[in-house]
């Protein structure tokens, strides 16, 4: 069974960047798409953005044209590259299947985005 690490996250001042990582112990080449999701305190996670394995993507409104999601296959690792990030952005942030599946939830990794 594949399981996900997150990394990358941190302390980031307001318009800064960051980029996550995503490292899969096996391959993803047969997940048909990852998605990056998040979990803000108190708030329900939500969806950030997914991309296919044909590199397709999507991105939720909050994040498009500021986040771009990538996939190297041969590395088995998602990146979410995160630009002009504001205090909106602060959460957990974890990859996943998309449709998410409940066995690939890893720990996440968090992005606080303060002055």
């Known amino acids: 069974q594949v399981q996900l690490v997150e990394s990358g996250g941190g302390l980031v001042q307001p318009g800064g960047s960051l980029r996550l990582s995503c490292a899969a112990s096996?391959?993803?080449?047969?997940?048909?798409?990852m998605g990056w999701y998040r979990q803000a305190p108190g708030k329900q996670r939500e969806w950030v953005a997914h991309?296919?394995?044909?590199?397709?993507?999507n991105y939720a409104d909050s994040v498009k044209g500021r986040f771009t999601i990538s996939r190297d296959n041969a590395k088995n690792t998602v990146y979410l590259q995160m630009n002009s990030l504001g205090p909106e952005d602060t959460a957990v942030y974890y990859c996943?299947?998309?449709?998410?599946?409940?066995?690939?939830w890893g720990q996440g990794t968090q992005v606080t985005v303060s002055s």
């Open positions: 096996g391959s993803i080449s047969s997940i048909y798409a």
């Open positions: 991309i296919t394995r044909a590199r397709m993507t």
């Open positions: 996943n299947a998309h449709p998410h599946l409940s066995q690939y």
